[in-house]
Every structure is written in structure tokens, then in C-alpha cells.
């Protein structure tokens, strides 16, 4: 069995097919249920570096910026 499982801020709504909602962590909990998943889906934040750090696979979804914003330093 797999459990979709929401981690979010405390403005976030929750979703209505996820089997558990926790909402309002801080980043340890957030990232200690990450460290504990099979797959992490989200946004290009904090928990996808962490999931991507730590060997999880991970759906990242990534927002429509310049260019100029997401270049490398090299």
C-alpha cells in the first residue's frame, strides 16, 4: 500500500485524496517524512533539494522564470 501524504505551509488547502494532511510543520518534521517516503512530488524548494540529497526520487515541478533567475554561477 502507498499513502499520499501532504506536507505544506499553514496557508496551503488541504487536498481532498490525500490520506494524511500535515500542514504547518517545521522543515525537520517536513524533511524527517520526506527521508521516510518512496517518492517526493512538489515544487523546487527546500524538501526537493533535501529529497534529491538524500537519494529519494522526486517529481519536481518548476514555475515559469527569466532565465536570467535560474542560470548557473559557472
Not at 524538501?47 to 536570467?68: E, R
Request: no cysteine; hydrophobic share 40%; net charge positive.
Amino acid at each position: 500500500n502507498i499513502a499520499v501524504v501532504q506536507v505544506g505551509a499553514t496557508k496551503e488547502t488541504k487536498l481532498k485524496n490525500a490520506h494524511i494532511s500535515y500542514i504547518g510543520l517545521g522543515f525537520k518534521n517536513e524533511a524527517y517524512i520526506v527521508s521516510k517516503s518512496k517518492l517526493h512530488i512538489g515544487v523546487d524548494d527546500a524538501l526537493s533539494h533535501y529529497a534529491s540529497s538524500i537519494n529519494i526520487p522526486q517529481v519536481t515541478l518548476f514555475s515559469n522564470v527569466f532565465s536570467s533567475v535560474t542560470e548557473g554561477y559557472w
